[in-house]
C-alpha cells in the first residue's frame, strides 16, 4: 500500500453475523478495493482470521500489541471505517469511549468517516441502554445502518438482524468515495 492509498477498514465483533461480512469483504476486493481487516477477540470465535487474510491478501489483526501500535497504523490507512456487525457490547465501548481492544481502540483514534452495521437479539437491540448508546453514537457522527427485523439464530423474532450486505456495501463504497476524492 502506497502512504497515499486510503483503505476501506472493515472490523469483525463478535457476533454470529460475523459470518456474512466474508460476502462483504470478498466483493470488496473483488472490486479492486483495499480492505484491511481488524477483529476483536470474540469475533474470533465466529470466524478465523485466515479467511479474511484469504479475502483480503492482507494481514488480519485481532490485537493491537501484534505489531507495535497497530490501531494507529489502521487509523492511518482508514478512508472509511465500518464495524460489521458490531455488538450491544462494542456500542457501548464506542459511546462511552471505552478503547480495551483492537477496535474500540482504532476507532477512538480515527478521523475519517464510521459506519456500523449493528447484528443482536432484538429485545438487546430495543434495550433502553443500547439505543441511548446508538443515539450518543448518531450525534457523534456515526451513520448507523439499521437492523431489519426477523426471526434471528436464537428463535426471537423483532429488529435485530443485520442489515443486508448489498445494503451495507452500497453504502461503504458510496462514503469512501466521497472520502477520498
Request: charged share 15%; proline share 5%.
Amino acid at each position: 500500500m502506497t502512504t497515499q492509498e486510503k483503505s476501506i477498514v472493515i472490523a469483525v465483533t463478535g457476533s454470529i453475523a460475523a459470518f456474512k461480512t466474508c460476502e462483504l469483504v470478498r466483493s470488496l476486493a473483488k472490486q479492486g478495493y483495499p480492505v484491511q481487516v481488524i477483529m476483536t477477540p470474540n469475533a474470533e470465535r465466529f470466524i478465523g482470521r485466515v479467511t479474511f487474510q484469504a479475502l483480503t491478501d492482507r494481514p488480519v489483526y485481532v490485537s493491537e500489541w501484534e505489531t507495535g501500535m497497530v490501531h494507529i497504523d489502521v487509523k492511518n490507512m482508514a478512508g472509511v471505517f465500518a464495524v460489521v456487525p458490531i455488538t450491544a457490547n462494542t456500542i457501548g465501548k464506542f459511546a462511552n469511549g471505552i478503547a480495551d481492544d483492537i477496535v474500540s481502540s482504532t476507532y477512538l483514534a480515527l478521523g475519517c468517516p464510521v459506519l456500523i452495521a449493528p447484528a443482536m437479539n432484538p429485545g438487546m437491540f430495543a434495550h433502553p441502554a443500547v439505543q441511548r448508546n446508538l443515539s450518543v453514537l448518531r450525534q457523534d457522527g456515526v451513520q448507523i445502518l439499521d437492523p431489519t427485523s426477523g426471526e434471528v439464530v436464537c428463535g426471537d423474532s423483532g429488529q435485530g438482524k443485520m442489515a443486508d450486505i448489498a445494503t451495507i456495501e452500497n453504502r461503504i463504497i458510496e462514503v469512501y468515495r466521497s472520502a477520498t476524492s
